[in-house]
């Protein structure tokens, strides 16, 4: 048995923070001691942790010091900042922003699908972009007997995906335009969908789009995979869905992706079209797995393949998928670098 660890939490009152809480809890994760830090904002206030109240606090020098794990889910520029020095102080740091995803020494895990790669980290672990964890997911499996070449991925992400303000801002507006009280003038997202997120980049892709192509390539260990992706934020609050369309080395039998994917740990087929049954993400809010219907031989191309992928965004996006990195390296004794992150950037 793994023993006790002590963690920290840096942005336990986001949406992914209070998601983590809760996953914290359900998987009995072995902790000994939990700090949660979070903005000037929230500190003094008091979040559930095991059933017991714990104090939010603001990040200071000095606060990592003991923290096996420091787990960080605040911006990108925050995580810049925070992460080194929780990693000076000798913890883990399992990030979720996409600060330090593309670096070469910073792995960048699904469990499932690339945990040994963890073996190698250096102080910090990433997790991938909640968009691109449930699409790898999907194609990890189908990807290791019929070797995946190209992936057109449309997203319809939740506005979760962009924090806990934007969930806000989706219900206010509902609100507003159902109340006739709407002066919603730009930005609008309810009952509305926004063919961007991210900036744009000179290519025409957004940000988000280049990370779906980039953090799968890396993860899959497949330099050559060819992906294009259109990024949508729709008015859902929690689930992000991907049509996802695959072309492949060989032809597909429907149904042996089908088992393929069944039999893939974290991974759940709903697919009777018939009668009405796919993954959509109102159902699926809350749960861990990856689900997959709509499986059909793509007729426009030889090997290609079509599904639809729904997955809750803050749970196997990020709160769910970090934890699981930290069992794992607690399962494969790692939680000390094989060399620090300094050595390795000067290397
Ligand atoms: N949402 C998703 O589905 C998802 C999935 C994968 C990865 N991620 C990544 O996870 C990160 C967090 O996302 P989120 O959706 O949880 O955002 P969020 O709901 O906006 O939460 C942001 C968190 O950062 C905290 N924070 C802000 N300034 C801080 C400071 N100076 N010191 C310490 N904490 C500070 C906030 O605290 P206050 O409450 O006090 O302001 C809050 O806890 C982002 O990098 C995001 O890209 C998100």
Redesign the pocket.
Known sequence: MPRDVSIAV????????LEFLKVLEQRAFPVSSVRL??????VGKQLAVNGKPVS?E??HPGCFNGVDFAFI????E??EELAPQAVEAGALVID???AFRMRPEVPLVVPEINGQDMEEHRGIIS?P??STTQMVMAIAPLHAVNPVRRIVVDSYQSV??????AMEELRSQANATLTGEDDILSSRIAFNLRPQIGDFLSSGYTKEEEKMSEETRKIMHAPDMAVSATCVRVPVLVCHSEAVHIESEGPWSVTDARNLLANFPGVSIIDNPQAGEYPMPWDLAGTDDVYVGRIRQDWSHPNGLAMWVVAD??RK??ALNAIQIAEEVLRRDCLKPTSSLSQASSA
């Open positions: 840096v942005g336990a009152t986001g949406a992914v923070g830090f979070a903005s000037p904002r929230s939010v603001q990040t889910s605040v911006s990108s925050l995580s979720d922003s996409s997790i972009n909640c979760s995906g962009a924090g806990s303000g965004n803050l996006g990020a």
